[in-house]
């Protein structure tokens, strides 16, 4: 359990985290979802411990990162999987961690091959691993001392699409085994595939969180995408129930929830071929949410650059 | 648009009955014993290719400089040599590239950011601080033995080949000579703790350590009026010197000025630098 509590962090004028409070269960994986600059890298450095807050504070488990024991046995930390010395081979510096955690040597087998490192690779100078093997080692690093709770920031980055599904698997079963994870990302698609719960943040700012249903549903005026086998009839029963509709592909974009499309449909007995909410739903809410924080300006359609 | 209301349940207003109770228990779990810091930092001066390296060719600079002066030896008939003599060019061999290894010690935490992994694992910095200063300590003590087996050595061929030699030791200078060792040693760590930057450190620091004794310090001495005032309180050698019954060049009624300067030097190259860079360590932001 990981519990953020009003946590403020300025440098000088600007507010890099702004009164932050949000929860990670156990047994929950918790997508920190946010454009980049908007306070993840932040507030994730104060959680460990490595950047001093102004206001609020952090407690895992119930305790300060700071009074935690050999800390490395309860959380799990990759916050940059390049901060390593370049020189070091992998398997190296996993022994240097579990040493310093009081860990058997065999303990750093265990995790190469959990991450799928291979015995050659492991002997290679970090300076010589991309960043999809840098990502791995540093999860076999925050996983070495069997801890209950994991925080990674951007742990998919430079994963590829089998790599992103490995590390969902790991998690998954990580976070049913009790633990508990917080994964950042500024990739609306990673968090998806991997969190539970998002936490989504913008400017410093919490604006949303919840499960994608629970983030979807409290959106006010999602849209709908509906075929039928009879679409002039369909546009017409749409329009004269003040529905707005444009033409979107085959079928059409309606401005309403998917059960108000349904009952126009159902009152006119017209057969539906299709319906569902408009994808993109979730990808529109965070780009809307966090507008203000974004380089290119939004519109209600998307982003246009 | 409006946001989505916060799930309560999840976020937003914190449920006071949450985690009151600590849902990690740390009571079985022991603070990672100093010692294990340690030895943790002893491997990582030299776990890298510029650690191994420079311990490497520090041995070589050694073993050639121990054969030079032996070859000497046989061409000349005068040749002499005493055994903290040895001690002490071997010791300087070693002042020359060793204290790189307590500089990296602390600067490779910021320019290769390990610190972010270091700092994590201890979140309490003063330990693993000391743990460096231990370890460079140590790795300190560690050239003046290997300096000391190379002397013995040395003086063991120097013997071979028919030179007079004396075994004897005169203790107060190599007491000297191992305190200058240290001074140096720490001098590098307590100015790469202030600049904590690996480029920087070292080129202050044979700055310090070799360019301003052997080049400045003696013009500044005797070509201004005011040399003599101020250069024997901040030149560590001169500091020693006046002990270990060097310095024929000190002009005649130089007063003698104790321990004063031993103090000074040492707090103006090893407390200061020291300080400085705890109060930067403690506070800084690990990025």
Redesign the interface.
Known sequence: ?I?V?SLTKRYGDFTAVDDV???C??GRVTGFLGPNGAGKTTTM?VM?????ADAGEV?????H??????????VG?L??A???????TGR?ILA??A????LPASRVDEMLELVSLSDVESKRRLRNYSLGMRQRLGIA?ALLGDP??LILDEPANGLDPAGIRWMRGLLKDYSERGGTVLLSSHLLNEVELIAD?M?LIGRGK??????KQ??L?????GATHVMALDIPSLSTALSAAGLDISPAGEGLRVEADPVAVGKVAAAKQLVLTDLRPAEGGLEN?FL??TADTQRESVTPEGVAV | ???????TA???V?DPA???????D?SS?????FG??V??EL??MT????GRWLLGITLGVLVVAAGIVVIISLFDEQFSMTLSDWQGMLTFLTTMLVPTLAIMSVT?EWS??????T??????RIRVILSKLVAVTLLALITLVLAAVIAVAGHAALAVTGVDVSWSVDGTDLAWTFYLQMVYFLMAFGLAMAILNTPGSIVVYYLVALILPNIVYGAVYFLLSWGPDVVPWIDLSYAVGAFRGEMPEVPSGTPDLGVGPILSTLVIWVVLPMGIGLRRIL?A???
Do not use: C, W
């Open positions: 359990m519990r509590m409070t949000f929860t269960r156990p450095r460990t411990g490595l950047t001093p407690t895992i488990g119930g305790h990162y700071r009074d935690i024991p050999n800390p490395g046995r309860h930390v916050l940059d390049s901060a390593q010395h370049a020189g070091r190296e240097l961690g040493k310093l955690m009081g690093h209950s709770v719960e936490i919490i604006v949303a969180s919840g499960t629970q983030l549903a409290g959106r006010a005026g809410l809307e949410l | 648009m409006t946001a989505p209301a916060v799930n999840v976020n937003g914190v949450l985690d009151r109770v600590p849902s990690i740390v779990t022991q603070q990672v014993p294990r810091l030895s943790v491997r990582k776990d890298t290719r510029a490779q290769q950011r390990t610190g972010l992994v700092f994590a694992l201890e979140p309490h506070r932001e690990l990025k």
